[in-house]
């Protein structure tokens, strides 16, 4: 079945710092891919859509100049986490589409210090 | 506007038990809707969906659902519940015109033993 590798799985930095989130698709062409947020026992809060070749398209409320989406081919999608602090400690989980349906990484948990 | 409700916070059974875990959804057009597992600190795992065609869907690990167009419900069913699968589970739906997802809350189901 379809595969989504997102690494790393976790990461701890220091204030002010930035980190990269990549999610790639391994046996298939994403159209779309999605980034989104989970807070502990809570529900996936969708940051921003992404297509290959195009500026990602952000929800309201989640400040592109932060987490920055880049969609560089049709298997790999990174989100950058700029200036971290940390409130942006949280999961982070990336989604990649085709024709056939959704196929969800495995998460990254970002822990800001 | 497209949104998923998932009413029960928690489900609790005992093992070897029926399992059921409710969603409700609203959508303009027609639904495709799904249902996904979260373990602890692990991305999504797909369960099953509905498409189109027979409104009892199977899934993955004994799984099933129903879809209810009248009721605008997609009931997560188990026959036998076992301790594994003690989980988070969402619920989600997208309108045919849309590819986003929308999410439930998230029902966390604990199976004892």
């Known amino acids: 079945g379809a595969v989504v590798s997102q690494h790393p799985s976790w990461v701890i930095c220091k204030s002010g710092t930035s980190v990269k989130i990549e999610c790639r698709s391994l046996d298939f062409q994403a159209t779309t891919m999605f980034w989104y947020r989970q807070f502990p026992k809570q529900s996936l809060m969708l940051m921003a859509t992404s297509n290959e070749g195009s500026k990602a398209t952000y929800e309201q409320g989640v400040e592109k100049d932060k987490f920055l989406i880049n969609h560089a081919s049709l298997t790999l999608s990174t989100l950058t986490v700029t200036s971290a602090h940390p409130e942006d400690s949280s999961f982070y989980i990336c989604?990649?589409?085709?024709?056939?349906?959704?196929?969800f990484g495995s998460g990254t948990r970002l822990t800001v210090v | 506007a497209q949104s998923v409700a998932q009413p029960e916070d928690q489900v609790n059974v005992a093992e070897g038990n029926p399992l059921t875990v409710k969603c409700t959804y609203s959508?303009?057009?027609?639904?495709?809707l799904f249902w996904y597992v979260q373990y602890p600190n692990r991305g999504l795992q797909f369960l099953l969906k509905y498409i189109t065609g027979d409104n009892l869907v199977k899934g993955s690990y004994g799984f099933e659902a129903e879809f209810n167009k009248s009721q605008t419900s997609f009931h997560l069913k188990k026959p036998s519940a076992l301790v594994s699968d003690s989980a988070l589970y969402f619920c989600a739906v997208r309108d045919i015109s849309d590819y986003k997802l929308s999410f439930g809350a998230g029902t966390t189901v604990t199976v004892r033993a």
């Open positions: 989604s990649a589409t085709d024709i056939y349906g959704y196929t």
């Open positions: 959508v303009s057009g027609n639904p495709y």
